[in-house]
């Protein structure tokens, strides 16, 4: 086997594809170990060692940094294969590459890029053991708070609160502009929504950046998330927020029980007669949504231009 992929692909080539190797069938360090006759072990600037990392492999990262000529360096690109094994939640192999006697990465390298990626990928040991290490660990509001806004995106409720919980340089909740907020209700996590909300301490607005949340989660057909954020007692969004956006976004993705619910509201309900009223018209005209339409007639509070 190793004969055939470094015929096929050349020494290096078949070095790094090794080192890439998932499958428990093939025996990955005497693949690499054929490859490593010829090939240095940190060619193209370490790129063996960063796909070993990212495969979960240990003992291929184990290896390249133990070989004997020209063993790639733990922190090679600024920390690169750190972060790859820190997206796909490789504990292991992150605290073996903290933990190497030369050259080893910092827990903070790429201004704490690894624990933006484990906390999007919802590697909860992995963002604990980032946050915990004894030696320039990230800042946990590193890069103004995109842990949060990742994680509260992804849907991880657990990192959300790990991050705002977080003793030192906890990321504030309304961080961005309520950027975290806008991301929950967008993928349609309303319980996360509502623990950025109820934050004790910098919450978001609920119509910050001019209502968004509200616009995108109604485009995406988030019933749930829609109703948290207009009944929430304090500065919740008017549903006619950025001319009536949110009611155009609804009825373009056919979502009548979202159409009713913003029509049927007291107050602030999006028209007719506004541009985003007279276009959502012609959109459900145009793509047969028959029932958004006679709800649209029916509403007393889009009269005229209909």
């Not at 073996?96 to 704490?112: E, K, M, Q, T, V």
């Not at 007692?233 to 009536?244: F, V, Y």
Request: aromatic content about 4%.
């Amino acid at each position: 086997m190793a004969a055939l992929l470094i015929e096929a692909h050349g020494h290096e080539t078949a070095l790094v594809r090794a080192a890439s190797c998932k499958s428990k069938r093939m025996d990955v360090p005497a693949l690499m170990r054929a490859a490593l006759e010829t090939a240095r072990a940190d060619c193209w600037e370490g790129w063996a060692l960063i796909r070993a990392a990212q495969s979960g492999n240990e003992a291929a990262v184990r290896l390249l940094l133990e070989w004997k000529a020209h063993a790639p360096q733990a922190d090679c690109q600024d920390g690169r294969a750190l972060v790859a094994a820190a997206g796909r939640g490789h504990e292991t192999v992150v605290r073996l590459l903290l933990d190497w006697n030369d050259n080893a990465p910092r827990a903070d390298c790429r201004d704490g890029q690894a624990l933006v990626v484990a906390a999007e990928g919802g590697h909860e040991a992995v963002v604990r053991t980032l946050l915990q290490w004894r030696h320039h660990p990230p800042k946990a509001d590193c890069q103004d708070g995109l842990a949060l806004v990742v994680a509260a995106g992804a849907g991880h409720e657990s990192v959300v609160r790990l991050l705002l919980d977080w003793g030192t340089n906890a990321p504030k909740a309304d961080c961005q502009d309520g950027q975290a907020l806008i991301e929950a209700c967008w993928k349609g996590h309303a319980a996360i929504a509502r623990l950025l909300l109820d934050w004790k301490e910098h919450a978001p607005r609920a119509d910050c950046q001019d209502g968004i949340a509200l616009v995108r989660a109604a485009g995406q057909g988030h019933e749930a998330v829609v109703r948290l954020l207009l009944e929430r007692k304090e500065h919740a969004p008017r549903a006619d927020c950025r001319g009536g956006e949110a009611l155009f976004r609804a009825v373009a993705g056919g979502r009548e029980a979202l159409v009713r619910l913003l029509l049927e509201l007291r107050e602030h309900a999006p028209r007719a007669d506004c541009r985003q009223g007279r276009e959502a018209m012609a959109v459900a005209e145009k793509r047969g949504y028959e029932g958004t339409v006679e709800l649209m007639k029916r509403s007393s509070s889009l009269r005229g231009g209909l």
